[in-house]
């Protein structure tokens, strides 16, 4: 598990988080979402509104990253995974039908990119099974985005999905530095880079978005959001019915401190397909 301080130890403050948030879930529901995976002092609340504006479900599927475009898909091991409000079931099922597709392997590692995201599907999604997976950020992605929509179409089975990145990361912390590090940097990285791979996700154009998080540098776990964009778009073609995309918010680290003094700084996006 993550050290203490990602996210609150109890339900009390899990809940008072939530309720307290600026990004509120959407009225109308969607199956697919992108959300950030930082702590929740700086990006918990776009990954609430993301999450909470999901359909209810039979399983949701959690695809977090960090991984280049070479890397397996890795599923996050155990039969359960805890949260402070109690244990969520892992599915097993998908990912058997995955590894018909695609190399799936084992991971026991602490994951910031799902772990952080576990307590606000227990919280919006209650006992909903979770096959939780890492997904690279290359090809693979699409395979994973489809089989997903195949899945429930061969076994009638109601799915969400959350892809999970953050995005530029930007400053000497971080060794990116294009544009300085004054104010053009900060006008830059959200009015261009970040803006750039927005866009690439509200046109759920999968290549585009690899594209800008690896070329670019403008997502840490481009995978993951490509293949909740092609499940929702895979979804949406067996039904002959269009996608809609929607920015939920956007904000970055250095705007979750107040707005000064961090010269080194990461964008947050949660984006609805419906």
């Known amino acids: 598990m993550l050290p203490a301080g990602w996210y609150p130890d109890n339900p009390d403050k899990i809940a008072s988080f939530i309720d307290a948030s600026m ?3 959407a009225e109308e529901k969607g199956l697919s979402c992108i959300v950030p995976h930082a702590g929740w002092a700086f990006s918990g609340e776009l990954a ?3 999450i909470g504006s999901l359909k209810e479900a039979d399983l949701f ?5 960090h991984l280049g475009p070479a890397s397996s898909v890795l599923r996050i091991s155990g039969d359960l995974y805890d949260t402070p409000l109690g244990s969520i079931k892992a ?7 995955l590894s018909e597709k695609i190399d799936i392997q084992e991971s026991e590692a602490p994951d910031n990119t799902t772990e952080v995201l576990l307590p606000m599907i227990r919280y919006f999604h209650g006992d909903t099974p979770v ?6 950020s290359g090809p693979a992605a699409a395979v994973v985005g ?6 429930g179409e061969a076994t009638e089975t109601k799915i969400v999905v959350a892809g999970s990145t953050d995005l530029t990361h930007y400053g000497n912390d971080y060794g990116f530095t294009p544009k300085g590090t004054g104010p053009e940097a900060y006008h830059w990285v959200r009015e261009t880079n970040d803006r750039n791979f927005i866009d690439s996700a509200l046109a759920a154009d999968w290549h585009r978005m690899i594209a800008h998080g690896t070329d670019d540098k403008a997502a840490c ?3 993951a959001a490509a293949a909740a964009a092609v499940y929702a778009l895979e979804s949406k073609k067996v039904r002959k019915e269009c996608l809609k995309a929607e920015l939920l918010g956007y904000r970055t680290s ?5 707005g000064g003094g961090l010269s080194s700084f990461v964008g947050y996006a949660a984006i609805l397909y419906r």
């Open 23 to 25: 990004y509120k879930p």
């Open 48 to 50: 609430a509104a993301g």
């Open 61 to 65: 599927i959690l695809l977090g990253g």
């Open 91 to 97: 599915d097993t099922g998908f990912t058997a039908f």
């Open 131 to 136: 096959a939780a997976l890492r997904v690279p």
């Open 146 to 151: 489809k089989a997903i929509a195949d899945y």
């Open 221 to 223: 776990s481009s995978g």
């Open 254 to 258: 250095r705007d979750a401190a107040g």
